[in-house]
DNA sequence: CGTAAAAGTGACCAGGTGGTCACTTCTAGC
DNA sequence: GCTAGAAGTGACCACCTGGTCACTTTTACG
């Protein structure tokens, strides 16, 4: 491992806390190219060299971000598919909507810079990076969605390639809506509070189960 | 009118869109402050205080770009909404995508400029702008829902509401996912030819009939 | 031609960037 | 208290940016 990582790592997790935290807000701000790391060292009230000396570049920091990220988001996510793999199709969005809208929550900063990333060419390794986290991807959802129609609760004649599409593009938008504006084409889902969110999120699978079920 | 604007405007047709072209790309690459009018001077093989005298500054330079391109957009829209007024909802669905996929297809500079604008914040006016182009709002899609309901054309029982939104988040995803890799769960419409394009619009539309219709 | 106005130029400026590194300060174990 | 090594520092570098403006070149017309 990288000797400057580790001096990182050595530090109180308080203070990793924050460094991630002022790299997060910085990136999410800004994206990769216009965050400067003059800015964070200012808010962080460190020196810059001190940066430099844990990640290397800038972009070893927004590597490492990027990895840690990562862990926060896998864990919970793994876990509920786990833990819903027996009920029905819908039941099973619902959740993943729910873990989504939770993550988004707690993280909003990692969002924001998930979101920059999507259009925004200019991150290391973005591709690589985006294929890892793209919650929704066919390859996500095709076995739900083959299984579904396996267990019979899709409506028949309905072709599989684009229900994945479909839900695909209404969950993301879903989860997008949640943390920008213009996005929830008058839903109402613009930083909703918790109980609120619950709410939509029932109204949303039910609707799908009325136009995908059987 | 400003003098330099002025100036351009005067210049011949040849030049005024090479320089347009050229920004376009620019700001489609890179957003606007990562944009660099050095660059552009470059590739046109001008002095970049010509650029200047212009549009006085970059600024400047994107809003005559933005609201050129809103011309382009905005003229082929309308008629396309008038000449299906009395068709059913989904013929109208269908003729909408197509006109958006055309303008891509004429236009991909412009298009990524606008995916650009809806997650990074550091463009001049971005919201002013994004509400004037957002082209599946609420605004456009609920009077044509409204409409539709009121002819018997939907199935009785769904929330009009839900229907404006997911109409947004499909027929906004399709669009991407026709210029950004990533975005079409496996369906194949990343760069897909115009015959191919129609295609899909005719499957996607008629999914969203069988889901939708009564 | 001459000339006046329009168009075009590029060296220059202040300010910000990522990154470096010789140096100082802190800390833990004796 | 001493000391070795870890942690932290900030002046400095080369580079790029948007923007300026005194200057040159082109154009149009009598």
Tied chains: 1, 2.
């Excluded at 050595?10 to 910085?26: G, I």
């Excluded at 989504?100 to 920059?116: D, M, S, T, W």
């Excluded at 918790?194 to 709410?199: C, G």
């Amino acid at each position: 491992m990288n000797q400057g990582v580790e001096t990182f790592e050595r530090l109180r997790d308080e203070k990793k806390q924050r460094v991630l935290d002022a790299a997060a807000s910085e990136f999410a701000e800004h994206g990769f190219h216009r965050a400067s790391v003059n800015r964070m060292a200012a808010g962080l009230s460190i020196a810059k060299g001190s940066i430099f000396k844990y990640f290397g570049t800038k972009e070893g920091l927004f590597e490492y971000l990027f990895r840690h990220s990562v862990g926060l988001f896998k864990g919970p996510l793994r876990q509920a598919a786990q833990s819903s793999a027996n009920q029905d199709l819908f039941e099973r969005l619902r959740l993943s909507l729910a873990t989504g809208a939770r993550f988004i929550e707690e993280h909003p900063l990692i969002y924001r810079i998930y979101l920059k990333m999507l259009f925004q060419e200019d991150f290391p390794r973005r591709e690589t990076h985006l294929s890892e986290i793209r919650l929704y991807s066919a390859k996500y959802l095709r076995p739900l969605v083959d299984q579904a129609r396996a267990r019979g609760e899709l409506r028949p004649g309905l072709d599989p390639a684009m229900i994945v599409f479909f839900l695909d593009a209404v969950m993301d938008r879903f989860l997008q809506a949640l943390s920008v504006p213009f996005m929830d084409a008058g839903a109402g889902l613009f930083r909703a509070d918790r109980a609120e969110v619950a709410k939509k999120i029932g109204q949303c699978v039910d609707f799908l189960r009325q136009g995908l079920g059987r």
